[in-house]
Structure formats: structure tokens, C-alpha cells
């Protein structure tokens, strides 16, 4: 069965310096993964999608991450944070339905 | 403007009393979606639909009930049957099938119980 652990359900890093959300997948096939952002009371928008293409995977907003299927691994990376990047993060795996499994969230805290 | 509409954004429910959550959509979508959330969790599937007149359960359905009457609606009733209703409820709609499935989301209902 497919499953999504987020090693973190908080992060805090202060404006201007790297961003990196931890996700860790479980699948028995290649899975389709994503990152989706949530700002405070909204809805979901999603950042990026893996579906077997390239490796690293560009989204909106600066971010990208890196499927490593030997680590099983789809961290979520950005170069230098913004004020604006405060929200909470899911990383999603797919199911062989395509059903969507998602973690448990990490929230990004950025300090001033 | 495109986009999916929820309503209200706060709801209150008493003890015993059923509730309903309004998510409708102008983007033609055929498959709809409720979802829970709580806090410290993920997203979890309510019910789903990929077409007027069909429905199906999700992973926790119990509790909980649906209508598709027509393509741009799916409200979500929460009943009185649901012992911890209190959440934020959000409402997606998608297009394409598959692995080329997106998803849209609208901006949720929070609902507590008084």
C-alpha cells in the first residue's frame, strides 16, 4: 500500500535562507507525487507534480523538488525564502487508482 | 472568474442537528470531491463523483451524505450521525483522468459544534 510520511510538521527558517520540506514515499510502483501549498483558511494550490518524467520537478513560486527512488524520497527545496512562503506544505502521493494519499502537513515559519 | 465556490466559510452545528455545506463550480468539471481536514493530519476523502447522479465513498464517509443533481453542485451534508464533525471541509473539483488529474480546491468551511 501507498503511503506518505512528512518527517516534519514544522519548519522555521528566516527570510532570505534555503527552504527544505522532507517527504518520504512508500509504492510499489512509480508513483505520481506532488506538493501542494495551503495558506492560512484557503484552499489547496498545487506546487509541482512528478509523473515519471524528469527527476527534478520545477513549481511555482521558486520551489522545486528532486524524486530519488533510491531514497524514496521528494524533498521540496527553495533557494532563499520569502515572507510569503509561510503556509502549510502536503506532500501527495497517488495510489494505482490514482487516488490521492496525502501527509500529514509541515508548517513553514519564516522569521523576519 | 473561473473557480469553485464554498459556502458558508464558518458553520456552527448544534448537538443532533444535520448541516449543510455548499461547494458549487463554474469550471465544467465532471469529478468532484469533499475532503476533511484536521489539524496535524492530511487530507482525508469524504465522498467523490465523477459524474452527475453518481457518487461514491471515500476513505470516511460515515456520517456524512451527498447529492449530484447537476454538474456544477455537490453539497455535503454532515448529520447528526457524525460524532466529531468540527474540521475544515474542503470541496475540489478536477479535470483530466489518471496520472494527468488536476485538482482545484476551493477555500473551505470551517465547522464547529456549539
Known amino acids: 500500500a501507498q503511503s506518505v510520511t512528512q518527517l516534519d510538521s514544522h519548519v522555521s527558517v528566516s527570510e532570505g535562507t534555503p527552504v527544505l520540506l522532507r517527504c518520504n514515499y512508500s509504492?510499489?510502483?512509480?508513483?505520481?507525487l506532488f506538493w501542494y501549498v495551503q495558506h492560512p483558511n484557503k484552499g489547496l494550490q498545487l506546487l509541482l507534480k512528478?509523473?515519471?518524467?524528469a527527476t527534478l520537478v520545477k513549481g511555482i513560486n521558486g520551489f522545486e523538488a528532486e524524486f530519488k527512488k533510491s531514497e524514496t524520497s521528494f524533498h521540496l527545496t527553495k533557494p532563499s525564502a520569502h515572507m510569503s512562503d509561510a503556509a502549510e506544505y502536503f506532500c501527495?502521493?497517488?495510489?494505482?487508482?490514482?487516488?490521492?494519499?496525502w501527509g500529514a502537513g509541515t508548517k513553514l515559519i519564516i522569521k523576519p | 472568474d473561473g473557480g469553485i465556490t464554498q459556502s458558508p466559510k464558518y458553520l456552527f452545528r448544534k448537538e443532533g442537528q444535520n448541516v449543510t455545506l455548499s461547494c458549487e463550480q463554474n469550471?465544467?468539471?465532471?469529478?468532484m470531491y469533499w475532503y476533511r481536514q484536521d489539524p496535524g493530519q492530511g487530507l482525508r476523502l469524504i465522498y467523490y463523483?465523477?459524474?452527475?447522479?453518481?457518487?461514491q465513498k471515500g476513505d470516511i464517509a460515515e456520517g456524512y451524505s451527498v447529492s449530484r443533481e447537476k454538474k456544477e453542485s455537490f453539497p455535503l451534508t454532515v448529520t447528526s450521525a457524525q460524532k466529531n464533525p468540527t474540521a475544515f471541509y474542503l470541496c475540489?473539483?478536477?479535470?483530466?483522468?489518471?496520472?494527468?488529474?488536476?485538482?482545484?480546491f476551493g477555500s473551505g468551511t470551517q465547522l464547529s459544534v456549539l
Open positions: 475540489a473539483s478536477s479535470i483530466g483522468q489518471g496520472a494527468d488529474e488536476k485538482l482545484f
Open positions: 469550471l465544467n468539471h465532471d469529478a
Open positions: 463523483s465523477q459524474i452527475v447522479n453518481d457518487f
Open positions: 509504492s510499489s510502483y512509480s508513483p505520481s
Open positions: 512528478y509523473t515519471s518524467a
Open positions: 501527495v502521493v497517488s495510489d494505482d487508482n490514482y487516488q490521492l494519499i
